[in-house]
């Protein structure tokens, strides 16, 4: 009897780590690490991360495609994809990894960090007296499973926690808001901004250099979704006159980042590369293999992506 068989891509993730993951929970699956793909008509499954144009044209009895990832426009719209369902991940260590990030980052700020490491590089002993969390107003844009964990920890922590996502969300200890009449009000009104809103047609440049003139003088901004949701050309003129005062960023049109980019050069961005959080093999797998027996069964699979939202 013929195995089903699973191709893997991925520019970043080790595929020694998923394909033995995989194995402990479908052994009867035959793993293929993409060049080595065998015969192209073979291949039901693929498990892929920003994979490139034409990749999945080879691929005419393909069933499902899980992304390596939370982001999946790198998958929609795409003309060599039959139409197939596409899962994303829900994985706890993802989960983990992005909230410790984003209480990272913001915490910096709330504590002044970024001027104590200022203050450092010119060997100055400079005091900032704290301020209580509970008068730091942070929003979080976007409360997907990501954005909805990191604002409650925040808010957990002692933060004053907004939200804002396309539809309503009920969150313990944030205040949540929906659509874009609620937006602006939101922007005016807090100091620290977390994006963790996806890349769709609705959030395509959502915050403009209108909406960045909106935020209070000086505001600190986090990016850890996509470089899209921003105009990456009125965040950098915002941050050079200081109405942005801080940012950081985590993900970017172009990565790596390309050394002549004028983010490099500015003292007040803070630069990681792409890294707020990945995907634990041994975690993620389960959800993968459950997917994979559903289909075999002909049901959905788990966290099927809706191509119309983009999530």
Same mark, same amino acid.
Request: with cysteine; glycine share 8%; net charge negative.
């Given at each position: 009897?013929?195995?089903?068989?699973?191709?893997?891509?991925?520019?970043?993730?080790?595929?020694?780590?998923?394909?033995?993951?995989?194995?402990?929970?479908?052994?009867?699956?035959?793993?293929?690490?993409d060049p080595?793909?065998?015969?192209?008509?073979?291949?039901?499954?693929?498990?892929?991360?920003?994979?490139?144009?034409?990749?999945?044209?080879?691929?005419?009895?393909?069933?499902?495609?899980?992304?390596?990832?939370?982001?999946?426009?790198?998958?929609?719209?795409? =003309?060599?994809?039959?139409?197939?369902?596409?899962?994303?991940?829900?994985?706890?260590?993802?989960?983990?990894?992005?909230?410790?990030?984003?209480?990272?980052?913001?915490?910096?700020?709330?504590?002044?960090?970024?001027?104590?490491?200022?203050?450092?590089?010119?060997?100055?002993? +400079?005091?900032?007296?704290?301020?209580?969390?509970?008068?730091?107003?942070?929003?979080?844009?976007?409360?997907?499973?990501?954005?909805? +964990?990191?604002?409650?920890?925040?808010? =957990?922590?002692?933060?004053?926690?907004?939200?804002?996502?396309?539809?309503?969300?009920?969150?313990?200890?944030?205040?949540?808001?929906?659509?874009?009449?609620?937006?602006?009000?939101?922007?005016?009104?807090?100091?620290i901004f977390?994006?963790?809103?996806? $890349?769709?047609?609705?959030?395509?440049?959502?915050?403009?250099?209108?909406?960045?003139?909106?935020?209070?003088?000086?505001?600190?901004?986090?990016?850890?979704?996509?470089?899209?949701?921003?105009?990456?050309? $009125?965040?950098?003129?915002?941050?050079?006159?200081?109405?942005?005062?801080?940012?950081?960023?985590?993900?970017?049109?172009?990565?790596?980042?390309?050394?002549?980019?004028?983010?490099? $050069?500015?003292?007040?961005?803070?630069?990681?590369p792409h890294?707020?959080?990945?995907?634990?093999?041994?975690?993620?797998?389960?959800?993968?293999?459950?997917?994979?027996?559903?289909?075999?069964?002909?049901?959905?699979?788990?966290?099927?992506?809706?191509?119309?939202?983009?999530?």
């Amino acid at each position: 009897m013929k195995r089903d068989a699973l191709v893997f891509y991925s520019p970043v993730d080790d595929p020694t780590a998923w394909r033995d993951a995989l194995a402990s929970e479908l052994p009867d699956l035959d793993f293929r690490i993409d060049p080595d793909v065998g015969d192209p008509a073979e291949i039901n499954y693929a498990l892929a991360w920003l994979p490139p144009k034409g990749f999945f044209r080879r691929f005419s009895n393909l069933k499902l495609l899980t992304n390596l990832g939370a982001g999946v426009d790198a998958l929609l719209n795409r =003309d060599d994809l039959v139409p197939v369902p596409i899962t994303r991940l829900s994985d706890p260590g993802m989960v983990s990894l992005m909230t410790s990030y984003v209480i990272f980052a913001v915490t910096r700020y709330a504590r002044d960090m970024h001027i104590f490491e200022r203050a450092k590089r010119r060997g100055q002993w +400079h005091y900032v007296h704290p301020r209580p969390l509970a008068e730091i107003k942070v929003c979080v844009l976007g409360l997907g499973e990501l954005g909805a +964990h990191a604002a409650k920890s925040l808010a =957990d922590m002692g933060y004053d926690v907004r939200g804002w996502s396309r539809t309503l969300k009920t969150i313990p200890g944030v205040e949540c808001h929906a659509g874009r009449g609620s937006l602006e009000t939101l922007l005016g009104d807090c100091e620290i901004f977390v994006s963790m809103l996806p $890349a769709t047609n609705d959030t395509q440049a959502l915050l403009g250099a209108r909406e960045l003139a909106l935020m209070p003088a000086g505001a600190k901004f986090i990016n850890v979704s996509r470089s899209a949701v921003v105009d990456e050309a $009125a965040l950098v003129a915002a941050l050079r006159s200081g109405a942005i005062g801080e940012a950081t960023l985590d993900v970017f049109g172009a990565e790596p980042l390309p050394p002549e980019h004028p983010y490099w $050069a500015l003292d007040n961005v803070f630069i990681t590369p792409h890294l707020a959080s990945i995907t634990v093999p041994a975690l993620a797998v389960r959800d993968v293999a459950e997917s994979i027996r559903r289909v075999r069964r002909g049901e959905p699979p788990l966290h099927q992506v809706d191509p119309q939202r983009g999530y």
